[in-house]
């Protein structure tokens, strides 16, 4: 035990250095103690068997750990490692009778040799412990020494965790001492280290040695091999924290952080809200002279950010959202968390932002698909979807526009609208005209699908997939962008899934995706082969053509 860190000029009893450790490390001495002792206690019963009757007691006066083995006094002796005869009591004139227990002191230290020698001379015959004396004394050294390390770091490790597990969600401050393997960085955090992982790093950020870092507290993991502390930079949090500690109204309650959107090292949006009609919250975050959002957007090295003010009304707040862009129309589709947004074509760039940035960050924020579109996109799909509506049998134009007025914007909705809704079209003339305005666009949506495989059967060019999916009965472009939404991309895809799954993940119900399974396997199984029979026939016609010209 004298290895441990001491000089030979310090006392070296293990008793003084449990209590240095004790006192250096902020551990109960007792629990030290206990622990040092069922060590011994472990490795005496490793080297001198199982079955025998030991204790290890720490020895205050000494500073060391004593080690005994009991043994019950009888008469006749069936266990030799835990019994003692009583003949063998009176002849070595033990003070014990039939049924008491003897304890004898195993003496296993370098300095108790002498000892040892004259208890093997006198119960070597009943004790056998010669032969792992030697082994024991090298082998307890050296445990003692592990056990107490390890209960020192098990120790320091708790008092890490105790002391930041409450942290955990806050802003930390540090310095960068070193890089790991897989680029994660270690930062000095105080009376411990954290990990700054390169998976939670902003892109485009570099560190050295001695720099100065902030970082969110994203978990405490008190069963990590290394550092506890697991920090982040690239958690939307920690915008939401930075504007924490720049905005004092943000800290005393009165302006609330709404939502977060991020991409890390380039952009966030926050929508921000106010308690208290007096105080403006967009106006709170940027401050005076952009003081305060200029202070965040240092800290995150330049990365933009957009203070979006939150409003109840979604169209509101997705119009907020979108910023700097504007906006000249929302339709909104509350069914399918869906918003399409009409730009003027100058600002749809701006709108969509680079590589679609601008967009996504916005859907993020508001928790809406949103998609962008330009003016005249927008007016040549209204001009295609009243000239569809107009398709069905005793739809004029007039009509068909108060159906696109009122969201109808393909054959299938009308098709799976009720018919009370179809009769609340001003125009249309009731629920018996409505039944059959129904029956119509089932017509003709089956028409105009059997017109694509027969245009499709004169084509020798392969088929797409998202054409093979338009060949399913009751199937248009609506159903199709659900589809191929939910990750069914090939009418394979379809036929593989259950209908239950198939309805729960594109949302278009059990009834809807029972028929397009149907569709599906009504499709794969006879109009396919017609299909591919006129597709065979037309590119024999084509080389048979080519042949004759030349």
């Known amino acids: 035990m004298a290895t441990m860190g001491a000089t030979p000029t310090v006392d070296t009893s293990l008793g003084a250095i449990l209590e240095q450790v004790a006192k250096e490390k902020g551990i109960d001495r007792k629990i030290l103690v206990e622990t040092i002792e069922a060590a011994i206690l472990k490795a005496a019963q490793s080297v001198f068997g199982p079955t025998r009757e030991l204790e290890a007691r720490f020895n205050e006066d000494s500073g060391q750990v004593d080690l005994f083995q009991y043994m019950t006094v009888v008469e006749d002796v069936a266990e030799p490692e835990r019994e003692i005869s009583l003949a063998d009591v009176e002849k070595h004139k033990l003070d014990a009778t039939l049924g008491e227990e003897l304890g004898f002191q195993v003496f296993w230290r370098p300095e108790d040799a002498e000892k040892a020698r004259e208890q093997d001379k006198e119960f070597g015959d009943i004790l056998k412990l010669k032969a792992g004396r030697t082994t024991f004394g090298r082998i307890a050294a050296q445990t003692a020494k592990q056990v107490l390390l390890q209960r020192v770091r098990d120790a320091e490790r708790d008092l890490i965790f105790n002391e930041y597990k409450d942290r955990k969600g806050e802003l930390i401050r540090g310095i960068v001492r070193r890089f790991e393997k897989g680029n994660n960085i270690i930062v000095d955090i105080g009376k411990t280290e954290g990990i700054l992982p390169f998976r939670e790093q902003t892109p485009r950020e570099t560190y050295r040695p001695g720099d100065r870092i902030v970082a969110y507290v994203k978990d405490i993991d008190r069963e990590a091999r290394g550092p506890q502390v697991i920090l ?12 924490e500690a720049e905005v004092p109204e943000i800290y005393e309650g009165i302006v609330r952080i709404v939502s977060v959107a991020r991409e890390p090292g380039a952009r966030s949006k926050i929508a921000v809200t106010s308690r208290d009609a007096d105080v403006d919250p967009v106006g709170a975050c940027v401050g005076m002279k952009g003081s305060r959002v200029q202070a965040v957007v240092q800290e995150l090295r330049g990365e933009k950010i957009d203070i979006v003010p939150f409003d109840r009304d979604p169209a509101r707040y997705v119009i907020a959202a979108i910023q700097p862009a504007e906006v000249h129309k929302v339709i909104v589709d509350e069914a399918d968390g ?47 979807a009243i000239h569809a509506l107009q398709q069905i049998d005793g739809v004029s134009e007039s009509i068909a526009k108060s159906m696109y007025r009122l969201g109808f914007r393909a054959l299938e909705e009308v098709s799976e609208a009720a018919v009370e809704e179809l ?35 004169m084509r020798t060019e392969p088929l797409t997939d998202r054409e093979r999916l338009m060949f399913i009965r009751g199937v248009g472009d609506r159903t199709v962008g659900l589809l191929e939404e939910a990750g069914y991309k090939t009418v394979e895809d379809i036929l593989r899934e259950d209908e239950d799954r198939l309805a729960i993940r594109t949302g278009l119900g059990i009834k809807k995706a029972r028929a397009i399974r149907q569709g599906a396997r009504d499709f794969v199984e006879s109009e396919q082969k017609v299909l591919e029979a006129g597709r065979a026939d037309a590119r024999r ?10």
């Open 232 to 243: 982040s930079r690239s958690d939307p949090r920690l915008v939401e924290k930075l504007f």
């Open 338 to 384: 869906r918003m399409e947004l009409v730009v003027p074509d100058e600002k749809l760039s701006l709108a969509i932002g680079r590589k679609g940035q601008n967009v996504r960050l916005a859907a993020q924020l508001t928790n809406w698909k949103l998609d962008i579109i330009s003016e005249s996109k927008f007016k040549q799909m209204e001009e295609e």
């Open 423 to 457: 009769a609340a079209i001003p125009g249309l003339g009731g629920a018996e005209v409505a039944e059959r305005i129904k029956t119509q666009a089932d017509t003709t949506m089956e028409r105009l699908r059997q017109e694509r495989i027969r245009a499709a059967s």
């Open 541 to 550: 016609a084509a080389v048979a053509a080519s042949t004759k010209q030349a």
